[in-house]
């Protein structure tokens, strides 16, 4: 089977969008985040399907539409999709998959009712967050509104939208302008990615093999044709469907070797390592350089061992009284490389920039480029300007906005540039470096800040703004910004991710909402309200500024920048600052063995069958993904019949 190239490098024409496309694929969102949040949302692990930045919400309804549409192919002709309708689901879908339970939503819900409602003399928000609070963007902290949330309805009585207008609507604005500035960014970045940088984009290119076939005479994927592909469908979807079989036969024993962790246990000090094979990992990883995949196994299984260290000798860092210990020390060289990244990426990208500008500037260029250009340093302007005006409007100082925002977007920014380049779904920074939080709380010092400029400085860069290290949005924008051609198509690609994200984060609200009004939120939010119990314990202890912590933040952006230079020196030195910007986080440290397993097929394939058998061999990847999501699919469509209100959990960290 031919590889099929991204459409921008090979010249082939890109799909299309269409309205029938744009309209089943918001569709797709209203149901699927109804069905997850109302229905699955109060079952043990449903949380796992919004962990990553390729989260398996996007990736079930995708495989669902795969299997549909060539049934349709086969009996209704007239009625299957097209290719470029089903990506357009896959991208709508992707672009808000991280929005609902822990991706985004529950965290939003729960702290925007829990300062009025929770406050206790023990806590002291009332004396400490309260008089700071930016109570506009609050919802109304009536009793029928705050004290029903948490505590459930009568059954019969009426969800109080009335209290919630303002602040649904508020929050929804500023995050439309988080959208459009990413997008914007995008456009900007993207021709130096694709031509300069050579960004391999595996999320884009599985999307487009496993739509490929539905346009000709089959109406079906080219992939189902492949023996390879179907010999890893099967090597996955066949052991989770014995697990099936044995929710009817409990005293059957289960195979995990799919869908469970284990510990590797190392000699003291060393801390256990985890061990856990993820098939979509292995699929959407096998297309990620040689060096990177090397680079965040090493670095991890270094982070191990420095963690081990420390933890043995008792080593920290900082001044007396706000010392941090291993983790924390991590965060901040990590975070000091993630500066470095987004540095390095605007100096490599200088050349491009400048061209920008000028097409912009003089209007002397291609008519579409420097147009879609205009647009877009336009947008980007406006949007940032919205949104660090809204900063300010919660109480944050006009310079303190202004970082806020600049921290947030250099983490965000990173993150998608290297999920584009690395296909690694579970690329997440760790909490502390979520939205560059640690520089200003732990570098500068909280307590240079105000109390009010504090309060709004952590509900800005926090959970309940924007996501936290599950990324809304932004992740899937440069990628279908791969897949569709912006020079066709440009107001449908513009409209497509607008549509994709008013319904998702709507319906999430409306959806997460009721939830708490029907059940209670008090039986299922509480643990994820530890944000002012945070705030306060920063104004009784204040940070100041740390050199300590400064010079490990430099420590990390100076080590970042030495493997770029010795990258670029020597074509044989195999690290990247990737795995030093990630080498502790959640991903990386669980799925390390994952990326080790799909490294060292990748290098014996290539050495010993060369590019030819390394193409040959990506159908048999796909299909341990395709296996995969099959499986939790079968999974869940048995529960829904079988064992309706209870939930086996196949998929989770």
Known sequence: ?????????????????????????????????????????????????????????????????LFLNTALGWISPRLALNQGELLTIFAMVWIVGAIPQWGWMEYWVALMAAPAYMATPENQWAELVWPFLPWHVFPDTTPRVVEDFWLGQVKGTPVPWDGWYAPISQWFGVSVAMVIFGLSLFVIFQRQWVEAEKLTFPLARMPLELTSGFDGPRRMPDLF????????????????????????????????????????????????????????????????PLNILGSMVFFSLLASVKIGLMGQTGFKVGASGQEIGAGGILDMESFGAVVFIAVWSV?????????????????????????????ALAALALSAVYVIGWGVSLGLSLPLSIVSFLLMSIVFFVTTKLVAATGFPYLTPSWGNAKGGVFVTELIGSGNLSQRDLVSFKIFTDRLFFGNIRLPVWPALPHLLRIFSLRRQPKKVVTMVLVAFSVGFLVAAWATIKMAYDV???????????????????????????????????????????????????????????GLAYQSTAGTSIYWFSLFLV???????????????????????FGLGIGYVSAVVFSGVVDVIFFPGEMHVVHDW
């Open 1 to 65: 089977m031919n590889e099929p190239e991204l459409p921008e490098r090979s010249g082939t024409q890109s799909p299309l969008i269409t309205w029938r496309g744009v309209i089943s694929g918001a569709l797709t969102i209203a149901v699927m985040f109804v069905y997850l949040i109302l229905y699955a949302g109060m079952g043990a692990g449903s949380e796992g399907y919004v962990q990553s930045q390729f989260p398996m919400m996007a990736f079930i309804p995708f495989v669902l539409w």
């Open 225 to 288: 044709r492949n023996g390879l592909f179907w010999a890893g469908f099967g090597l996955v979807f066949l052991p989770i469907l014995y697990n099936v079989f044995t929710y009817f036969t409990p005293g059957l024993p289960l195979n995990e070797f799919w869908t469970k962790a284990s510990a590797l246990e190392l000699p003291r000090p060393l801390p256990n390592l985890t061990i856990r094979i993820m098939a979509p990992v292995l699929a959407l990883t096998y297309m990620c």
């Open 347 to 375: 100096w490599l990208a200088r050349g491009h920039l400048r061209s920008v500008w000028r097409q912009a500037r003089t209007g002397i260029g291609d008519a579409d480029e420097v147009r879609h250009y205009r647009w």
């Open 520 to 578: 209670g939120a008090s039986n299922h939010l509480l643990v994820i309200i530890g944000l002012y119990d945070q705030i306060t314990n920063l104004q009784l202890n204040p940070r100041v500024a740390d050199p300590g912590k400064w010079a490990l933040w430099l420590f990390g952006f100076c080590e970042s920048a030495g493997l770029a230079f010795l990258r670029g020196r020597f074509y044989w030195f195999p690290l990247h600052p990737i």
């Open 599 to 621: 490294w060292l097929a990748k290098l014996v394939i290539l050495r010993y069958g060369g590019i030819t058998a390394y193409r040959k061999g990506k159908p048999f990847f």
